[in-house]
């Protein structure tokens, strides 16, 4: 096996970074992406042009807001901007043009978060999800200079959590003994993260869960943007980036619809509620991620972190539902829903709280009041073509607020109903079959929880009402 500066091989054995030929990789990428693969198969590009493979564990960086992060053949990483990862001519003149943002990547398997991280406020907001066939720095091709000052990118996702409490001190020592006293037990729901990627990367662990992306040289880049034989591929960026361009005008008329609606509804509301309330919508839209409850290998280990917290840390009440970031498919009638919580709520740009004396059923119940005014008031606008999207969101989707207990605002539901309504909160969230367990009401996350998802998802509710008050009852 041939190595050059003990950064990447030559002979693909899935880890660490390799570098590799069109014909090597072109089986990955269509599998990826075939659209894009057989606009390369047009072009043919010979052994000149250099591909590269790099696998990450779950929760590795691959970039910051200065650089991107390579996998090494030894199992560590290293900064693109380093000098000393460039000192082989070849790799140099291949990635270097990324060292300082990111070389064009396309995502070969699971998925990738884009993100903001605001450690003083202990929260992640999730930007963008990218999926297999997905491009980080795509308008690379189409701009002269790629620039991202604040997001940075993990393999998986950087804004998942377990829904139970994991922070019981006796039962995290059962994690500590088996997997060193370095764990650090959990205080928030913004350090679960952090410990699901250390437990996944821990050399003893045995997590075999790998995700893969493909980096392009700086010599493919460039005949994309000047060679006429390669227009094709250029227009598919275009396109490509184009559609988060009108993703934005989207927002922008949202904005000044919603302002409307609440003008003519003669809504006066806290501004922090009217922001949640307009983040719900880009929600609702599929311009902004919601959380879901994990159900596959995507975005987390599920069955590896499942099975840690069930053997390991001993949970025993409840069913061990990871969540993730995730998308609301408006335009699929089977659409899953998804959810905002109060406690970890990641609005892009939100007002200040205005009041923070009034009790959190009581914000819960203006928050769903709110929301319920502009669902009217949406009603009563003339559509065009300019706000078809906003007037579908208005009449297809509900939005629905859950609490962890009883409270006397009849507009917010409890949130042990909702195992019965979306069964990923249930079993069916779970790698391994379990019995005789229930949502846990006690997370962080349940404590004032907005459903976004289809009316027609809302009327299995009727009927899961009274057995939830019964378990709620039962589990007191």
Request: hydrophobic share 40%.
């Amino acid at each position: 096996m041939q190595l050059f500066a003990d950064i990447y091989s030559t002979e693909d054995e899935n880890k660490g970074l390799v570098r590799l030929s069109w014909a090597t990789v072109r089986e990955r990428v269509r599998a990826a992406n075939p659209e894009f693969c057989a606009l390369v198969d047009e072009v043919s590009p010979g052994e000149e042009f250099a591909f590269y493979i790099a696998y990450y564990p779950f929760g590795a960086t691959l970039g910051d807001n200065e650089t991107a992060f390579l996998p090494t053949m030894q199992g560590g990483f290293v900064p693109l901007n380093k000098p000393d990862v460039r000192l082989d001519r070849n790799f140099s003149n291949d990635l270097g043009y990324g060292a300082h943002s990111s070389p064009l990547t396309m995502i070969l398997d699971k998925a990738v978060e884009l993100f903001v991280d605001h450690k003083h406020y202990n929260l992640t907001v999730p930007h963008r999800l990218l999926h297999a066939g997905d491009f980080i720095s795509a308008q690379r091709v189409i701009n002269e200079v790629e620039s991202s000052p604040i997001l940075q990118s993990v393999a998986g996702c950087r804004s998942t959590m377990m829904l139970p409490p994991i922070s019981c001190s006796r039962h995290f020592s059962n994690i500590r003994h088996k997997f060193g006293k370095r764990m650090r037990k959990p205080d928030s729901l913004y350090e679960h993260a952090q410990l699901f990627a250390d437990l996944a990367q821990h050399p003893t662990a045995g997590c075999d869960w790998i995700m893969s992306v493909l980096l392009f040289s700086n010599n493919f880049v460039e005949k994309i943007k000047y060679d006429p034989a390669w227009y094709k591929i250029y227009v598919y960026f275009y396109r490509y980036a184009m559609k988060f361009h009108f993703g934005m005008i989207d927002l922008n008329l949202q904005m000044n619809l919603i302002a409307e609606v609440q003008r003519k509804q003669n809504l006066k509301v806290d501004p922090y509620l009217a922001d949640t309330a307009h983040n719900l919508y880009r929600i609702a839209a599929g311009f902004a991620p919601g959380f879901a409850p994990a159900s596959d290998e995507t975005y987390v280990p599920r069955t590896f972190l499942q099975n840690v917290f069930l053997e390991v840390y001993g949970l025993t009440q409840y069913y061990p539902t990871i969540l993730h970031p995730s998308y609301f498919n408006l335009n699929s009638p089977n659409a899953a829903a998804v959810y905002y919580s109060r406690q970890y709520p990641t609005n892009f740009v939100a007002a200040c709280k205005t009041r923070n004396s009034y009790s959190i059923t009581y914000a819960l119940s203006e928050q769903q009041h709110l929301l319920d005014e502009l669902c009217l008031g949406l009603a009563k606008i003339a559509p065009n073509l300019d706000n078809a999207l906003w007037l579908k969101i208005g009449k297809s989707v509900e939005f629905c607020t859950y609490h962890s207990y009883k409270n006397n605002q009849e507009n917010i539901k409890l949130s042990s109903a909702l195992q019965h309504v979306d069964p990923r909160f249930g079993a069916a969230g779970c790698s391994i079959k379990l019995k005789k367990r229930g949502l846990s009401e006690d997370g962080a996350f349940m404590r004032g929880c907005i459903a976004i998802r289809l009316r027609t998802q809302g009327s299995a509710e009727t009927s899961s009402t009274a057995a939830s008050v019964r378990e709620k009852e039962v589990l007191l």
